[in-house]
Nanobody, 124 residues
């Protein structure tokens, strides 16, 4: 099984940028689809973005399209989420997730492995 550890969260002003990383260990990272989800306080966990095993296919939530970019470096066993033009509404704990079945999309039940999360706070 793959283990996931997120990093790169922090406090940023509105309009700023952050880059989250998801370091994977264990089974070969390149065999997993990778996704990012987020959970704001008092709300359900929601889909942010997903990327296929090779990086050739991506999917984004409408709320982040054009502002966030998901990518991966299989040689480094690491996935990334570049977040630009951040808004206070982006404040949440961000989770990295992995799916061994090849699904690229927003259904969190397809993702069997999860990291512990990293806090992102955007101030106005």
């Amino acid at each position: 099984q793959v283990q996931l550890v997120e990093s790169g969260g922090g406090l940023v002003q509105a309009g700023g940028s952050l880059r989250l990383s998801c370091a994977a260990s264990g089974r070969a990272f390149h065999t997993y689809v990778m996704g990012w989800f987020r959970q704001a306080q008092g709300k359900e966990r929601e889909f942010v973005a997903a990327i296929s095993r090779t990086g050739g296919n991506t999917d984004y939530a409408n709320s982040v399209k054009g502002r966030f970019t998901i990518s991966r470096d299989n040689a480094k066993n690491t996935g990334y989420l570049q977040m630009d033009s951040l808004k206070p509404a982006d404040t949440a704990v961000y989770y990295c997730a992995a799916d061994a079945g090849g699904y690229v999309g927003p259904n969190r039940r397809n993702y069997g492995r999860w990291g512990q999360g990293t806090q992102v706070t955007v101030s106005s």
